[in-house]
């Protein structure tokens, strides 16, 4: 199993959002492409990206960013989310070298762009699904929608996605542990691959996750915990290797 750092860009600094709010930030880095050294020098197979600014402007604001990490670290996949509402902003991630795009708030705003995606990229698109209480939520977080999770995750296992994304946004960045029975929930409903996020903190996580791999849970996206230091990313990924040889 993958532990994915993530690597959160707002105003060209690595910063740590609390349940998606904008004012709630902690910038741990000036230099995110120094940070994405870091990662990849503690094991890092995969890099979690998001233009937090995008996101919420509905456009690419951090491209430049992106490209410069993309460049410093050309064997490591990278996954990038926020602000991708448009078939040439794929493009221009995919030429600069970002492995895979995340489609978030368009892909239950707008459900056939996904379709279309996977049809002009295939194997390059994720979609991330942002729920509450089994709900999707969009636009930063800022709305709930009335989708269920599970249905909507089906509904794009059909498109032809990589991989779906989960975040239980009442636990991101709130340290208070990742919730697996709804990840497992999700897993066991569909065939694609799914990715956690939110809420790990600990070793204790890492063991939790992996103990339900078999699932289908391929990764953990970690972020506040690796900044703040409550789990040491090179420990963790050595764990989730003996885990799940």
């Given amino acids: 199993m993958l532990l994915i750092p993530a690597i959160d860009l707002k105003d060209g600094k690595c910063v740590r959002l609390r349940q998606g709010r904008m ?13 994405a050294d870091r990662w990849v020098e503690a094991g890092a197979r995969r890099l979690h990206i998001v233009d937090l600014n995008g996101a919420f402007e509905g456009k690419p604001v951090n491209a430049d960013v992106v490209n410069a990490i993309t460049r410093a670290h050309p064997e490591v996949p990278v996954q990038i989310g926020g602000g991708i509402r448009d078939e040439d902003t794929v493009q221009t991630y995919l030429d600069a070298g970002v492995q895979y795009v995340i489609i978030g708030t368009k892909a239950v705003n707008v459900p056939h762009f996904v379709n279309d995606l996977c049809l002009e990229f295939p ?13 999707v939520a969009i636009d930063g977080w800022s709305k709930l929608s009335k ?42 409903a569909i065939t694609i691959p799914v990715i956690a996020s939110g809420g790990i903190t600990n070793l204790d996580d890492i063991r939790g996750l992996c103990a339900v791999a078999d699932a289908g849970i391929m990764g953990a996206i970690t972020g506040r915990a690796i900044y703040e230091g409550t789990l040491d990313f090179a420990a963790g990924q050595k764990l989730a290797d003996e885990l799940t040889e």
């Fill in 23 to 35: 004012e709630d930030e902690t910038i741990f880095s000036d230099d995110p492409v120094a940070m």
């Fill in 123 to 135: 194997g390059h698109i994720i979609v991330g699904l942002d729920a509450k209480d089994g709900k």
């Fill in 147 to 188: 989708h269920d999770v599970v249905d909507m995750a089906k509904h794009f296992e059909n498109d032809g996605v990589a991989a779906i994304v989960y975040t239980d946004i009442g636990r991101d960045g709130m340290m208070s542990g990742v919730n697996i029975e709804s990840t497992i929930k999700l897993a066991q």
